[in-house]
């Protein structure tokens, strides 16, 4: 079992970066913005390392343009410009980018591919989300396509595309499913995993750059364990 490493400024894994974005490949149990716990998050570690490498004086602007779960691994986008923040606020917001989650489950799902579609209603209380099959109150649409792309020893390995971005909205569906995420014990697992995390990984995000308007592709490597590295 490879020691829990805990992200700072010297060792971040740095997928792109440029005058405008820098996208980070998030570690688990890094935080992406600050919340209760106090504990510092990766925005804060990302401006420590931008302060430090381009040696800049007083404060550093950074935008939080989207999250990942704490216990979930891979691509975080930053802005570090508030031109570049409001543009990418947009393409999030209007679902102009694609978004590519990688998931190791137990139970083999039904179907090798299929689209699920639920309605899903938050619980603030214990910070969960329910998969209803039907529409309830204040329950908010929520749809993805899966494929099996590795069968392993033991698990399956699922490729995930989100048409919408729900609260937990993985975790939850395939719950409802019967195949919760390893090491997910808020949605199911049995067991969790040593390192306190999730093996979920958000693995490829597609979008226009918001200043150059190239198209970028991003791939996050997955975590250095056995079963991520055997797909």
Known sequence: MAEKIVSNKSNLQILHEDNHIIVINKRVGDIVQGDKTGDKPLSEIVKEYIKDKYNKPGEVFLGVIHRLDRPTTGIVVFARTSKALSRM???????????TYWAIVKNKPVSNEDKLVHYLKRNEKNNTSK???KEVPESKLASLD???????NNYFALEINLHTGRH??????????????????????DRSNPDGGIHLHARKLVFIHPVSKENLEIIAPVPNDAIWNAI
């Open 89 to 99: 606020n947009e393409l999030f917001s209007n679902r102009e980018t694609q978004k």
């Open 168 to 189: 937990h909205q993985i975790r939850a569906q395939l719950s409802a499913i019967g195949c919760p995420i390893k090491g997910d014990l808020k949605y199911g697992f």
């Open 131 to 133: 998969a209803h099959s």
């Open 146 to 152: 899966y494929k099996i792309i590795k069968e392993l």
